[in-house]
Antibody, heavy 118, light 107 residues
């Protein structure tokens, strides 16, 4: 079945870095766009970044532009999010999601928690 | 940035009754609108895309309507498993934006 599994979350100090991974299975990963979406504790959903199937088109939310880098390795069926210069407001559960068109997201991974705190 | 506004923030409905959730966009998003359901401790699940198309495996009691700036998610006969938070999302313009959510609770 289609599955997305995130990893790499944890506790990091402000200004630190973290790399999230998302392992995909059950579908042809290279055929699909992918996205990262986050959810701060007790809050709503916030789109973070998008990458096209080939990796040639990338978008970021203004809140992370210049600090986060999305990438993918189609040979490894994996999506990544390199997060630098982390701030307290980046604390959230980060979800990867298969993306249709711009677009709609299905399925989502189970999420990985990133906590930025001193 | 397109602002998505959901109403009400909380909706109390009895099982078996109909629930109607609203989502308004600050400018037209055509039919590029999705709805998600999120239960506590779980990832969101896609219910509706293209404003009115049910995603695979979604029961027929869920229906979406609207276009432009006004959208509605209707759950025709609430089941116990439907009590959750619902989000709308536009994907017509970058950045992608979500509504703040409507919590559907048991009356």
């Amino acid at each position: 079945q289609v599955q997305l599994v995130e990893s790499g979350g944890g506790l990091v100090k402000p200004g630190g870095s973290l790399r999230l991974s998302c392992a995909a299975s059950g579908f042809t990963f290279s055929d699909y766009y992918m996205s990262w979406i986050r959810q701060a504790p007790g809050k709503g959903l916030e789109w973070v970044s998008y990458i096209s199937s080939s990796g040639s088109t990338i978008y970021y939310a203004d809140s992370v532009k210049g600090r986060f880098t999305i990438s993918r390795d189609n040979a490894k069926n994996s999506l990544y999010l390199q997060m630098n210069s982390l701030r307290a407001e980046d604390t959230a559960v980060y979800y990867c999601a298969r993306t249709y068109g711009s677009g709609s997201y299905s399925p989502w991974g189970q999420g990985t928690l990133v906590t930025v705190s001193s | 940035e397109i602002v998505m506004t959901q109403s009400p923030a909380t909706l109390s409905v009895s099982p078996g009754e109909r629930a109607t959730l609203s989502c308004r966009a600050s400018q037209s998003v055509s039919s590029n609108l999705a709805w998600y359901q999120q239960k506590p401790g779980q990832a969101p699940r896609l219910l509706i895309y293209g404003a009115s198309t049910r995603a695979t495996g979604i029961p027929a009691r869920f229906s979406g309507s609207g276009s432009g700036t006004e959208f509605t998610l209707t759950i025709s006969s609430l089941q116990s498993e439907d009590f959750a938070v619902y989000y709308c999302q536009q994907y017509n313009n970058w950045p992608i934006t979500f509504g703040q959510g409507t919590r559907l609770e048991i009356k």
